[in-house]
């Protein structure tokens, strides 16, 4: 009796231990904030203090017509770090992961009823894509669409169009949070619209699909509630599709395997679901399940950000295609049965002991700071007047700038700088053509038309070059990226006649 407590114990909790594989990695990974936040939290700061905006309050360019794509998302991440500091932005992202390892195990056990089957999938999955459960508005997106195709699972299998009705609260939570990827609840839906076609030797079960598209519709209606009324909506058309976003954003460049390792293994998952289906005439696909697996490994390869989704849902793809596939734990060596019955220590409380150090390891190693430019915008801040700089900055460090109330020249939000978004100017463009050390780039234009009175350069910038050989600027800071650099990664350059520096240095002349 006393055996098959102990086996029965092993068999219902130390399964779990397999997500705690995951977890350190998600720990030891995301010990460093994510450089886009500083954007989101200045965003977030700005609706907290004075409501949504419409024209962009943070640059130095005048009536850029805005569209907050975040303004919830971003307004939560800052409420969070105002009342709970930076250990509750941490705490934040530790409940996202745990939500979507939920959830994620909730749909695969949906399919399998394996719980041992459903661990080790999920597992695999979790710990593949801990680099993108991050505190940006995409983990926000991860949980509704994972709850979203939970729902329509369960209508599915159960026929009851009451899993459907949370459908169009989900709506409303996206547009606001993250209405970017506003659109993919309904991609996500079409699997299940298929469904309910009638197709001879594919189609497993039928879904009734009149509640599908009242659903569908209720859901797009519940689109419109938000700040932004139409332009929500139709955001995504004016920010995406941009070549040049395309070329210069990492994350919205094309995947390849030699850069983004989930693609390659995106490539290998349908491969080998491919090579399944061949060879194993018993396993067979819905098709909902083909119609995801086919649509989302398209929607992967659009961009390197979307890869993950591919990898998702797989645990949810391939939990159907192996449903039938029985694991079980059997222990037979009497030395280990005899070991586990003298053990005093419970196996709950052996898992909360590690679980408490996994996440000591991850409070005490987490950074909260943007090393590269702090120490130059605390000199800044001492001895210039915020309101009378006019600040260069480049497009991954402008976020940080603004957020410590420096207007600036760019920052990550790259959509609003583009002139089919802003109704004003393509200063994306802009930027890059500074980047570019050409014969014919007018440095001394762009300077005398923008009237900058600091510029943070790296020395990636061809303007780095120009103003190094200006005798109208004085370099007052040197940033270094690594201690053993032999040169600067970026340069404070300022404009002579604001300079305290040179000043300094004329009246010591004198």
């Not at 076609?197 to 009734?208: E, W």
């Not at 995406?240 to 030699?258: A, D, L, Q, W």
């Not at 419970?346 to 120490?375: G, P």
Request: aromatic fraction near 18%; hydrophobic fraction near 45%; glycine fraction near 2%.
């Amino acid at each position: 009796m006393k055996k098959n407590r102990i086996i029965n114990a092993i068999k219902e909790k130390w399964i779990w231990v397999l997500y705690t594989i995951p977890f350190m990695s998600f720990c030891t990974r995301n010990s460093t904030v994510d450089n886009d936040l500083w954007f989101l939290l200045n965003n977030g700061k700005y609706v907290f203090n004075h409501g949504i905006p419409h024209t962009d309050p943070f640059t130095i360019h005048k009536g850029l017509h805005y569209v907050m794509q975040q303004w919830l998302s971003s307004l939560s991440f800052y409420s969070v770090y105002k009342f709970f500091g930076k250990y509750g932005l941490l705490t934040l992202n530790i409940i996202f992961f745990i939500v979507i390892a939920y959830l994620l195990y909730k749909i695969s056990y949906l399919i399998t009823k394996n719980r041992n089957l459903t661990v080790l999938i999920n597992a695999f999955v979790l710990f593949l894509a801990v680099p993108y459960i991050v505190l940006r508005p995409q983990s926000y997106t991860y949980i509704i669409l994972l709850l979203e195709t939970y729902l329509l699972e369960l209508y599915a299998t159960k026929d009851n169009y009451k899993y459907l009705i949370p459908l169009p609260f989900l709506s409303l939570l996206l547009i606001n949070l993250h209405c970017t990827m506003w659109y993919l609840q309904f991609i996500f839906l079409l699997p299940f619209l298929a469904n309910a076609i009638n197709i001879k030797n594919i189609t497993i079960k039928r879904v009734k699909i009149k509640p599908l598209l009242l659903i569908a519709l209720i859901m797009f209606l519940a689109g419109f509630i938000n700040p932004y009324g139409h332009e929500a909506i139709t955001f995504i058309f004016k920010s995406y599709g941009t070549t040049r976003i395309n070329e210069v954003v990492g994350e919205m460049k094309s995947p390849t395997i030699y850069t983004n390792y989930v693609w390659a293994i995106d490539i290998l998952l349908l491969f080998l679901t491919i090579f399944i289906l061949i060879i194993n005439k018993k396993s067979t696909l819905d098709i909902r399940f083909f119609c995801f697996l086919f649509g989302l490994f398209l929607l992967s390869a659009l961009h390197s950000k979307t890869c993950i989704y591919f990898l998702f849902w797989y645990s949810y793809i391939f939990s159907y295609l192996v449903k039938d596939t029985k694991i079980k734990i059997k222990i037979k060596n009497d030395h280990i049965i005899k070991f586990l019955e003298e053990l005093k220590v419970e196996t709950t409380v052996i898992l909360s002991v590690t679980f408490i150090v996994i996440i000591y390891i991850m409070y005490s190693s987490f950074i909260f700071k943007n090393f590269v430019l702090d120490s130059t915008v605390k000199y800044l801040e001492q001895n210039y007047n915020k309101k009378e700089v006019i600040l260069f900055t480049d497009y991954d460090n402008g976020g940080y700038t603004e957020y410590k109330g420096f207007k600036s020249y760019i920052d990550p939000r790259a959509e609003l700088f583009f002139k089919k978004a802003n109704g004003k100017k393509d200063i994306f463009i802009e930027l890059f053509d500074m980047q570019a050390y050409v014969n014919n780039t007018d440095f001394k234009a762009f300077l005398d038309e923008y009237q900058f009175t600091h510029l943070l350069v790296p020395k990636t910038f061809g303007l780095y070059y120009y103003l190094e050989n200006n005798p109208n600027y004085t370099v007052e800071d040197e940033i270094y990226e690594y201690s053993d650099d032999e040169k600067p990664y970026i340069k404070l350059f300022v404009r002579n006649d604001v300079s305290i520096l040179y000043k300094q240095t004329k009246n010591s002349e004198k």
